[in-house]
């Protein structure tokens, strides 16, 4: 295990619970139990789990040699408690094989990355995660990136495994309302930095004024926007000639950091029901 890459790892991950759970303002966690999570989180990196799903291919593509994946369940050796929210008892981790890999990655499933880091001996990527894998969807397109910041990942960069992830059945996210995403044209006048812009207005489990001086962004894709909102809605202007770059069905997010590795997932861009 290469020592600076588990730091990130744990930092990110600490994040990560706090991104991708609904939190108030008083579910803060005392520097004790973040170091017991750390502790819990890096155990679980390296002991094996049950292995849930996983790939075959043997061939390596990409620049950084990718193979294949797994899917592990890892039992925690101690419930790992944070502020009103059920002990999480699991965690799990997204593996893939390839590389040789010697520093810090993302793994992207569609466009939800996960901060990754090298096995010992190089031979894989390791992404730990709490929320389940139903946070995953069935058919994902899985991707390496080198670097932990989703905002610095260089066009044409990235190396795309041969086979799709597979999510059993009963593990699967349940699907999201079209209706809470919303895209209007934004009025003259009202555009961002004057250029023509889309509005895109979403409606998420989670309270704008919770997130208080914390920057609010919605994620599109791969790319990511300064947001703002009221009650459940929050918002973003996206300009118009980075929307029409943006891939038609694209998952969409909300999260606390421009940069911010997960979110709250809230649907699929769907360019269509622009202005309807």
């Not at 999570?37 to 049950?50: T, V």
């Not at 998420?204 to 894709?221: R, S």
């Not at 940069?259 to 649907?267: D, L, R, S």
């Amino acid at each position: 295990m290469h020592k600076a890459a588990l730091k990130t790892l744990l930092v990110t991950l600490a994040t990560m619970v706090l991104l991708t759970i609904p939190l108030t303002p008083q579910q803060m966690d005392t520097p004790s139990q973040t170091k017991q999570q750390e502790i819990r989180i890096e155990n679980a990196h390296r002991m094996q789990g049950e292995v849930l799903t996983h790939g075959e291919n043997a061939v390596s593509a990409g620049k950084y040699k990718v193979k294949t994946y797994r899917l592990e369940r890892v039992k925690l050796s101690q419930p790992l408690l944070l502020n009103n929210q059920q002990p999480y008892e699991y965690a799990y981790k997204l593996v893939v094989t390839g590389g040789p890999f010697t520093t810090t990655h993302l793994i992207w499933a569609d466009d939800r990355p996960f901060s990754a880091v090298p096995s010992q001996d190089g031979s894989e990527l390791v992404a730990v995660f709490l929320n389940g894998p139903n946070i995953l969807a069935d058919g994902a397109i899985l991707s390496v990136t080198e670097g932990g910041n989703p905002c610095t990942v260089a066009p044409n960069s990235e190396s795309v495994l041969p086979e799709k992830l597979f999510v059993p059945s009963e593990l699967r996210a349940a699907p999201r309302d079209a209706a809470s995403i919303r895209l209007r044209s934004v009025p003259r006048g009202h555009e961002y930095l004057g250029k023509p812009s889309i509005s895109i207005i979403v409606t998420t489990t989670q309270v704008a004024a919770d997130f208080q001086n914390e920057d609010l962004a919605i994620q599109i894709g791969k790319a990511s926007f300064t947001a703002g909102g009221v009650l459940h809605e929050i918002g973003a202007q996206v300009p118009y000639d980075i929307f029409s770059q943006i891939p038609d069905n694209a998952q969409v997010f909300v999260k606390r950091d421009l940069c911010a590795v997960g979110g709250e997932f809230v649907g699929r861009l769907n360019k269509s029901t622009l202005d309807h």
